[in-house]
């Protein structure tokens, strides 16, 4: 198997370091995009050759195009396109105002878009590449208080669906990843964002809230296990476009899914009556 060139954001830690490490440990290079590339130290002595600490923020578009030049100077056209950088954040819609959802988009679909269409020609270029999308299993369900989390995930989904379908003619796969709760800081009580708190919506995200904050380092998702099933997909000759990971994700997205067939099922015949009589159903080119 060749040497892949990689980009990952949010290397530092979690399922990004993790994805970093099992790609480096396989002999492919890593450009690992964060904000504070001292804490990739240990693995720059490790593989002083193969990777390179870049500092990045996801939501800083402009910078988008300079991180895959640098890339592409230092190892090489990008292979491997891991979006995985982004924060959680809990709040009643009530409770989170624009700036806070607008952030939410900016690091789940405005960042990860800018990254996708800056690796894109070089990818094109060479007819190869894979563009992996590090989603939740919050961007097919949601609950409450995870609404503006969500909002980018189920937006960044969309998305990325989209261009699964735009991109393949071009040998360019996309890999959009579900993951349920892993061991990685994504609960630590200085990453995760918690909007100011109302008494109207105690009652009900209290426990969400406490939920959230004490699972911290308890999660049963192992990330240096999904690190692997990702690479292995990645390896593949070919791949699914959704891949769930934890036992949470499967039961949430299979039971979200068999509620929302049975209701389009249950009002088939109803909203086939908004249709104008007569007339047969469009059909769309794609």
Request: hydrophobic content about 45%.
């Amino acid at each position: 198997m060749t040497q892949r060139h990689w980009i990952i954001t949010g290397a530092s830690s979690g399922l990004g370091r993790a994805l970093a490490e099992a790609a480096l440990d396989s002999g492919d290079t890593v450009v690992a995009a964060v904000r504070r590339p001292e804490r990739l130290d240990d693995l720059l002595s490790r593989y002083p050759e193969s990777i390179l600490p870049a500092k990045f923020d996801v939501r800083d578009i402009p910078a988008a195009k300079d991180l895959v030049s640098a890339a592409t100077e230092r190892f090489g056209p990008v292979d491997v396109l891991v979006n995985n950088g982004g924060v959680g954040q809990i709040g009643a819609a009530e409770e989170v105002d624009d700036a806070q959802l607008r952030d939410m988009l900016e690091q789940h679909l405005f960042g990860p878009a800018a990254l996708t269409r800056a690796v894109l020609p070089g990818m094109r270029e060479q007819h190869r590449g894979t563009i992996v999308q590090i989603s939740s299993q919050g961007g097919r369900v949601s609950f409450p208080g995870a609404g503006s989390y969500s909002a980018g995930k189920f937006a960044l989904e969309g998305w990325s669906e989209a261009l699964a379908g735009e991109v393949a003619q071009f040998g360019i796969r996309v890999l959009i990843v579900e993951p349920s709760r892993f061991r990685t800081g994504f609960n630590d009580a200085d990453v995760l964002k918690i909007a100011a708190p109302s008494d109207v919506y105690a009652d009900l995200l209290n426990a969400v809230r406490a939920d959230m904050r004490a699972v911290s380092g308890r999660q049963e998702g192992d990330p240096i296990r999904a690190a692997e099933i990702i690479r292995g997909f990645v390896d593949a000759e070919s791949a699914p476009l959704r891949v769930p990971l934890g036992r949470e994700a499967v039961r949430r997205l299979r039971d979200g899914y068999r509620q929302n067939l049975a209701t389009v099922e249950e009002l088939s015949d109803i909203a086939a009556d908004a249709d104008f009589p007569g007339l047969a159903e469009s059909v769309r080119p794609v």
